[in-house]
T-cell receptor, first 111, second 111 residues
Framework: EDQVTQSPEALRLQEGESSSLNCSYTVSGLRGLFWYRQDPGKGPEFLFT???AGEEKEKERLKATLTKKESFLHITAPKPEDSATYLC????????????FGTGTRLLVSP | DAGITQSPRYKITETGRQVTLMCHQTWSHSYMFWYRQDLGHGLRLIYY???????DKGEVPDGYVVSRSKTENFPLTLESATRSQTSVYFC??????????FGNGTRLTVT
């Protein structure tokens, strides 16, 4: 069964305290991996796409990396506005656009 | 503005009533999706559509009906609402092998 697991479920950081969120996956075939940010009462907002092991993408204080079994979202010197739920989703290597989502990591950054 | 619009944003209905959630996208993406998001389950796919007049079931399709007569619209109908269908519903669209873009959701309460 295709499965995506995110850890930790929740993370509390002080402003400026860097950390990493993990997304591990066991899937039949990976075509790509997406990271999203979701704020309360809003839909998920796309952040990054990673297609192959070793790939890295950066945007402001966020950097996403991919290995054959997991992806990390590194947050450097976070600010309170980075507080949100971060979701990862694996695009399976099937005939249609099938994604398997993790249940997310709730990040709270305190000033 | 380009994007995905969902309506209504909030809906309260009674058990047994029919309710339709609307979704409109302005990108002309070929794929459209309906997900529900519940605590502890993350995002679960209800139905998807690869093109106009082509729809297929996702992970949790029971009790739902979709149609797609035009590329830009993808309404979701609950034929006879049940309390277990109380949830937040997200519509999304994408091109093949590309990230999904989500609307801001409809919060549905079935009493």
């Amino acid at each position: 069964e295709d499965q995506v697991t995110q850890s930790p479920e929740a993370l509390r950081l002080q402003e400026g305290e860097s950390s990493s969120l993990n997304c591990s996956y066991t899937v039949s075939g990976l075509r790509g991996l997406f990271w999203y940010r979701q704020d309360p009462g809003k839909g998920p907002e796309f952040l990054f796409t990673l297609y192959s092991a070793g790939e890295e993408k950066e945007k402001e204080r966020l950097k996403a990396t991919l290995t054959k079994k997991e992806s990390f979202l590194h947050i450097t010197a976070p600010k309170p506005e980075d507080s949100a739920t971060y979701l990862c989703a694996v695009l399976l290597n099937t005939g249609f656009q099938k994604l398997v989502f993790g249940t997310g990591t709730r990040l709270l950054v305190s000033p | 503005d380009a994007g995905i619009t969902q309506s209504p944003r909030y809906k309260i209905t009674e058990t047994g009533r029919q309710v339709t959630l609307m979704c409109h996208q302005t990108w002309s993406h070929s794929y459209m999706f309906w997900y529900r998001q519940d605590l502890g389950h993350g995002l679960r796919l209800i139905y998807y559509s690869a093109a106009a007049d082509i729809t297929d079931k996702g992970e949790v399709p029971d009790g739902y009906v979709v149609s797609r007569s035009k590329t830009e619209n993808f309404p979701l109908t609950l034929e006879s609402a049940t309390r277990s269908q109380t949830s937040v519903y997200f519509c999304a669209s994408s091109e093949p092998n590309s990230p999904l873009h989500f609307g801001n959701g409809t919060r549905l309460t079935v009493t």
